[in-house]
């Protein structure tokens, strides 16, 4: 199967890869109920040494620079109390962290999670998080841009791999709020 966006040799519907994807996301997949159905969400490989957006975008096709999303963790914290959630933004954009995701955590402050944290408890690997198979009570702050757009890239939950699936899944997810401006 081609992909929709990118130069890869091959696509994958997810469900007939879950070997490849890591626990929380083959979980996530095989447990799959949303819309659309699982079989749109694809995998592709790629060489973790590009795994980074730019490299990325220039060794598996220039039309990524608009298909790609990055999915970053974040701590938010009120009142000694710390609020894990994760941003979905596209590459092209950075995470407002110090205003839209601090307003919408309710946090006195807000930053990146370290990334020992984002690792250990997402079960994925530091540069490959998806927002696909994050832990069930985390917040998943998805900017609308990505919901727009017609077929996102994203990690696939390790630096191997990438996830391709149409930009309306990422609003439909397990704590997905669809925020304006997430991404500036």
């Known amino acids: 199967m081609r992909a929709p966006v990118g130069e890869f ?9 879950l070997d490849l994807l ?6 996530a997949v095989r447990d799959w109920r949303g819309a659309p159905p699982a079989e749109q969400i694809l995998f592709v490989d790629s060489d973790p040494a590009l795994a980074d957006t730019a490299n990325f975008v220039e060794h598996y096709g220039r039309d990524l620079v608009d298909a790609s999303a990055n999915c970053v963790v974040v701590a938010g914290k009120r009142g000694g109390e710390t609020t894990l959630a994760a941003c979905l933004v596209l590459s092209r954009t950075r995470v407002d962290v110090n205003g839209v995701v601090r307003r919408q955590l309710g ?8 990334m020992d944290t984002a ?18 009570d985390w917040p998943l702050l998805v900017d609308a ?13 390790s ?25 500036a």
């Open 22 to 27: 890591v626990p929380p996301v083959a979980a």
């Open 145 to 157: 841009a990505v919901t727009t757009t017609e077929w996102v890239l994203v990690g696939s939950g």
């Open 159 to 183: 630096r191997r791999g990438k996830l391709i699936a149409p930009g309306a899944l990422f609003g439909g997810l397990p704590g997905a709020v669809v925020v304006e401006g997430l991404g």
């Open 119 to 136: 690792v250990e408890l997402s079960g994925m690997e530091y540069g490959g998080i998806t927002p696909i198979g994050l832990p069930g």
């Open 107 to 114: 946090a006195r402050k807000a930053s990146f999670a370290p």
């Open 9 to 17: 040799d091959q696509a994958t519907p997810a469900p007939d890869c």
